[in-house]
Every structure is written in structure tokens, then in C-alpha cells.
């Protein structure tokens, strides 16, 4: 495989599991962009742990995740059930204090980052491999826990919270414990692809995890369409895909296709391209062919 | 004791910075009912085109009103944009108006880092900072410029102006009949796209004077600046409840000043930080702001 196509394939992955990340807990009108710091910390964990202590990819992958997880947990006792408002600016608190804490302390490498992140195998090719093939296990497998959760008791009861706080209280519905529970599994995300982006890129820095990162992806969750998992999985390779064959001149441009982007969609169709609608269009004509066999 | 009092005055000029913003911001929120989050990336713009015109014609005036009418015609131009969003307010929420406002940013931030200044900061011409004629008073380790005396005094004119126009007159009766109940004032018949596109248009003047006071202030400008601006002016306003305009001149002042003491202690980014840990725990302790919100 060619470096650029795993490279557009890798990333794709990783930008699939960071919108989700958000879509998470936009089920309940949540904008927890707290999961870009989770994605910081928890790849500068990864990169301190595999180059100082050898730690073995696996090891890593799932200590990473479960500390996304938990800073995730801490900070969704205070802001479970806030606003969506004070939600995001705690996002980008965390992610203020995380890039001046990784830009002034010398063990972090300061601006330039860290360099050299050790190979999982031995071999290129093959290191690239496994880490395409786990970075689309992990997809797969948030994918279905997202697809579970959007089926379940659960996942209406956020539809109902996101649609109207109040009558969703009035039903007996626990708006904290669900906000703590969303907020929790999308910093586990954040962590788990912060991990995994650590080992494909193979060097960090500050400036990955940006507001540029934010914007990147939040525009693949809205033009994609925020009320299905399948909004994401579609846009992130279309988008990321799509400024890569544009004329170099316009490439540096990308961002403000996407924010351009995102205003249109926004203002012509608010709920983004795949809405519930179209998913239940697409799964009755599917479950109608398969009649028809 | 010296630093300290120093810098309690360069906070409150930055403060009131801080107040400007988040009255603009307020305003949106209450009358045009958008989170702007992007209103200070805009005023970021404004002092780039006025930065841009003071090098290309050499006149400090002009530079002055080329970015007051920028900011009022940005906010003009956007503002069909986000009603067409709130028309249809039943199925769409609040969220989205803040979401289309950082794309705005987003594109806004992109043009400032790769056009002007070929993406490099810009410094403001002495004419306009007048760094180049010294402190206006020094006694010891005080030392006043005129930039912050002017800053002061023109946020604290415009601040009264703004209070005075939405407590004691008939279209701030109009502005504020909204903010209260929206279906109330449109059936006492306020219209009420047509008040939210005059507070788009106030807000917009509000926008470049602060961009006037700030390049006056801080001498130079980066593409960034409107982020954490942004950021900042969310934070002011959440702490003080959304929607809250008294308690967001409280907190602007608070956190211009708590700023400006811990750089007088603290080197560069860590003042920073410890300001942002500051408005963390208060936002974590108290999600929906200490003076309540008016929302």
C-alpha cells in the first residue's frame, strides 16, 4: 500500500472516531469538544509510555483509552447536565490548558512535540497493516456500541432529552446520569483515538490538537448530519478526501471550505445531508429488495 | 504595592475590553437570540482592515472608520443568514446559530492567517498607539499610557451609552421586550426580525470601536487573537449567567484585572492558564452562571 493511501485511510479512520466522539453526546444537545483534549492527553501518554517505559501497543491502546474515560467521568460530575453552552466552553478550557501545559513543560517536548514513536511491528508494511486494520476494528466496534446505544431504551431516552429537557424529566428520565454516561464513553473515544494517532502518525504536537481540529470536525458530524451515526462515517472520507486532490493552490484553503461548507448545510438543511428520514428510506428499500430475493 | 496598583489599572483597561465584547455578544444573544460565539473573531477582522488601510493610505482616521464600517458590515451581511435560522426556530435550536457562528470564525481566522500580512501578526502604527510618545503619567513603578487611559474612558462612555439606550429609550424598551418574552413583544406588536437586525447593526459599531480601543491597546493583532477572544468573552458570559448584562460588566472588569495581576507575577502563557483554571472551576462549580441567567 502506498504511504499517502494509508495515510488518507488512517486519518479518515481516526476523523470518523473523533466526530462520533462529538456526536456521542450531542444525542442530549451536548457540544463536549472536551474529547480533543482527551485525544491530546491521551496520545502524549501513549508517545511518554511506548518511548520511556517500552510499553506494548495493546497495553497502551487500552490504558489510553480507559484515561480518556476517566477524566472524562471527573469532569462529567460537574457538567453532566449543564448547558450545552458551559459544555463547550469547558471543552476548550481543557483544551487551552492542555496545549500550554504540553508547550511549557520540557518533558513533553514543548512546541515541536515528541518524535520517533516506536513501530508496534517491526516492519513497515506491516506495522501499517495492523494499525489500519485495528483503526477499523475500533471504528466497527463504536460504530455498533453507537448503533446499540441509538436502538436502545437509552439512546430514546437522549432523543427525548435533546428534543425537550423538561418533558424528558417529566418522564422519569435522568438527564445527569445519561450527560455523565455520554460524556464519559465520548472522552473514552477521544482517548482511544488519541492512542491510535499517536502510533500511525509516529510524532505528536501541540498543534494537532487545535481549534483547527474542533472545526474539522464538527463540520464532518454537521454536513454529514448529526441526528445518525451515518452522517459522520460518510462525510469524514469525503471531506478529508476531497481537499487532497484540489489544486495545490487551493489546498491551504481547505478550512474555509469547510466552514463554508458548514454554513450551508446548516442554513439549507439544519439537521445535515443523512437524517433519520433517509436512513429509513435506504433500510425499506433495502429490507424490499430483500423480500423480493 | 506599586506593580500591584499598575496593574490594576492596565486590568481594568482590559477589562473593559473584555465588558465591550461581552456586552456585544449579550445583546446578540438577548435581542437577535444567537450565541455570536464568533463576535470577537469578527472584531479581530475589523482591526485588520483597519490595519489595512491605515497602510494603505497612510491615515489614521480613515483606519479608524474603514474598521468601524467593516464590523457593521459583517454583521449586516451575516445577519439574513442567522435569521433564516431562527425563522424556522421551532425545528431548529439555539445550538445551530452558535455552530454556523464558528464556521464563520473558521473562515474569518483562515482568510486573516494567509492573506494580510502574508499570515504574519500586525503592529499598529505609532500615530495610533502613541507608544512613541512615552507613559501620559509615570510616578515610580506606575506607568500609564495613553492607550490605556483612552480605552477607559471610551469603554466606559460606551458601555453608559449602550445601558443608557437599552433602559431609557423606546427602541431599548423594544430590545429588552424581546429578551423578556419573544411572543410577548410580537404580539404587542415589536417586529421582531426587524429589532434583531438593528441590534445586529448596534452590536456591529460596538464591534469595531472595541476593535479601534484594542488595536490602540495592545499595539499589534495575530489571526488567533479572535479565538481566544472568543473563548474568553463565552467564559465571561457564562460565568456571569447568559444574557446577564450587568453581571457581564462585573465579571469583565474581575477577570481583566485578575489577568493583568497575575501577569504583573507570572510569566507569559502560565498567566494565561491560571486565568483559564480560574474561570474553570468557578464554570464547573457554577454551570449556570453566578449572577444568574436571562436567558
Redesign the interface.
Known sequence: MSLPLYYYLAITAIYILMSWSIYIPYRVGQLHFMTVANMAISSYFAALMAINFAWPFWLVLIVGTLLGALIGFLVSVAIGDAPCFAVVIVGFTFIYLTKTIIENVEAFGGPLGIFSIPKVLQTSSDNRTLLLIVAYALVLLTGFLISRFDHSRLGRAASAIFIDRDLAVSFGVDVKKLGMFLQTWASAVGGMSGVMYAFIMRSISPNHFTFHLIGVCMTMLFVGGYTTLWGALLAAPILWGFPLILPEALQSWNIVIYGVLLIVVLVIKPEGIITRPTVKKIESLLSRNRKKV | MEILIAQIFNGLSIGSIYVLLVTGFNLLLLVAMI?H?SFPVVVVFSMYISWFVMTLTGSVALGVAGGIASAVVVNVITAP?FQ??MR?RG???I??T???S??????I???LS?TFNQGFPIAFPDALTGNDQGALISVGLVSISRGQVLTLIVGIIFVAFLFWLLYKTRAGRAFRAIAEDPNGAKLVGIPLLKTGFQSYALTGILGGVTAVLMAVLLGSASAGLG??LG?KV??VS?IAG?GNLTGGLIIGLLLGILEAIIQGYLAG??S??IA??V??VV???K??GVFG?KL
Open positions: 450565541i460565539f443568514m433564516h435560522i424556522e425545528s431548529v435550536d445550538n445551530a452558535m455552530v454556523i464558528m464556521g464563520m470564525g473558521m473562515i481566522t483562515d482568510i494567509h479565538d481566544q473563548h463565552l467564559a457564562i447568559l502563557s502560565w494565561n492558564a483559564f483554571i474561570m474553570l464554570i464547573l462549580a454551570p449556570k441567567s
